[in-house]
T-cell receptor, first 114, second 111 residues
Framework: GENVEQHPSTLSVQEGDSAVIKCTYS??????FPWYKQELGKGSQLIID?????GEKKDQRIAVTLNKTAKHFSLHITETQPEDSAVYFC?????????????FGKGTTLSVSS | DAGVTQSPTHLIKTRGQQVTLRCSPK?????VSWYQQALGQGPQFIFQ???????QRGNFPDRFSGHQFPNYSSELNVNALLLGDSALYLC??????????FGQGTRLTVV
């Protein structure tokens, strides 16, 4: 089955710096890769996702890149702000009629200091 | 739109007891998935319900069972609780094969 590795486990940056979180996956059939931001008391929020027919997707300060050949994808946050501090999870899945189970990485705790 | 709502938010149970967790999906969503998140780990897929049937299941024992109602809400039942079942239980809803939206979770503590 699918296995997702996520690095680093913790990341500390100064406000205004960029942050990059990387994930690798094992199942070449996976074709959908979401990123979730988890904050205490706020649950897990989908912040961006990418499908395997696209190499890059951007939404304001957040971007995701996908390298299907190498089977890895990355989250890029530019101009970080203290409110970006949270735990970030990457996930992979291959949605089909059998289901849409997400396989998650172990998470990255991002701390943005002002 | 209330989003995905879960109840209760916190729960304490004794080993050997049974527990039922509840989830109401986001309006318009027909698929509900359950995940278990241990402290410091990523969520692990338990099972998914669609059209009141279990469509997909992760690597969890039969002590974990679920149900989906005609209004798409869902329950997760865990029998014979073990200390290792202590975790945050997350419900996610989606429409068909689209993106999943998560609730805030139920924190279960087994003592």
């Amino acid at each position: 089955g699918e296995n997702v590795e996520q690095h680093p486990s913790t990341l500390s940056v100064q406000e205004g710096d960029s942050a990059v979180i990387k994930c690798t996956y094992s199942d070449s059939a996976s074709n959908y890769f979401p990123w979730y931001k988890q904050e205490l008391g706020k649950g897990s929020q989908l912040i961006i996702d990418i499908r395997s027919n696209v190499g890059e997707k951007k939404d304001q300060r957040i971007a995701v890149t996908l390298n299907k050949t190498a089977k890895h994808f990355s989250l890029h946050i530019t101009e970080t702000q203290p409110e970006d501090s949270a735990v970030y999870f990457c996930a992979a899945t291959s949605p089909n009629q059998a289901g849409t189970a997400l396989i998650f990485g172990k998470g990255t705790t991002l701390s943005v200091s002002s | 739109d209330a989003g995905v709502t879960q109840s209760p938010t916190h729960l304490i149970k004794t080993r050997g007891q049974q527990v039922t967790l509840r989830c109401s999906p986001k309006s318009g969503h027909d698929t509900v998935s359950w995940y278990q998140q241990a402290l410091g780990q990523g969520p692990q897929f338990i099972f998914q319900y669609y059209e009141e049937e279990e469509r997909q299941r992760g690597n969890f024992p039969d002590r974990f069972s679920g149900h989906q109602f005609p209004n798409y809400s869902s329950e997760l039942n865990v029998n014979a609780l073990l200390l290792g079942d202590s975790a945050l239980y997350l419900c996610a809803s989606s429409l068909a094969l689209s993106e999943a939206f998560f609730g805030q979770g139920t924190r279960l503590t087994v003592v």
